[in-house]
């Protein structure tokens, strides 16, 4: 029922000339094939040139910074996608730049990380607030470099960039039908910043967009969320957050937050590639399984779901058996 192509999109916010940067953003939003009518509309942030939306947030974020504070090196603590975009961006920015990481990184990260010149700490996999944990080892870096520190789980700029352009881009891409926003969260910056400009923009139509977040089954966002107890925390699905009030995570923009098992996460992303060509990550897969639960409850709905990077860095979890017959 929908749109034929759903492109065109706003300028980015962040200005740059540089050949590589330009292609983060604009990603576009295609319909899933799995469902009729074009009810399901999955963003693909797996597009931009390192595989996600932290793309986004590195180019905002760094872009700012150097404009601002003339910085010349940056540092982030980052087991995932971050650290990739990070070093892609301050490749292009000429800024140093050093990543700490924990011991098990994939190595198709540290192949982003390495790839683009980044220098990289693996560090001790302990408790977060032990001292050689990678977040308080960056820390001590950053300190010792006199070095801008991103850090993605407390900076507003996380959420903000999202606010200023991936929030306003799904808007122009599907604003005018949008019922209903998915979204895996991690920091939050993602689904916050998108949330905080559907809800505001939906407003001032005076419609409402129902936002719903998506968490691991053993994670505490939605414990936070819904103010219960703690669970232990324990979940094979890359970029789902452990939990806990963050400043970036703005609930005051979210209306629920869904819970999905790691079996529901992998088989969904499974499915997308399997019958329907889409090769989406674990978290991905999560956010579409809440997307297609709540087309099964309300068919009339209008769902954008946000698909926060691709399957091709998870091959050996999504499908182990992929050696040679
Ligand atoms: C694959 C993936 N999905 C989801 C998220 C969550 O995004 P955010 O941190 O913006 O909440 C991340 C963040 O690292 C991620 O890498």
Redesign the pocket.
Known sequence: MIRPQTHPVVPSPFVTHDPILRLIGNTPLVPYPGVSDDRVLCKLESLNPTG???DR?ALGILTEAVEEEAIETVVEA?S???AGAVALVANRLGLRCILTCPEGTSPHKIGYMKAFGAEVHTCPAVESGHPEHYRSVARRIAEAEDAFLIN??ENLR??GV?ARWTGPELWAQAGDVMTHLV???????????CAKYVKEAAAREGRAVKVIGVDADRSNIATSFYDEPLRPYDTK?????KGGRLP??WFQYIDEIRRVTDEEAFEQARASAREHGLLI????GA?LYVALQIHAERPDAQIAVII??GGEQYFETLFPDTSAA
């Open positions: 996600s939306m932290k947030i980052s995932g996608n971050t993605q789980y996380n959420p999202h979204c895996a969260m991690g920091t939050g910056g993602l689904m916050s910043g699905v890359e970029g789902l957050g970036t995570m990550g674990p978290s991905a956010a926060c990077d």
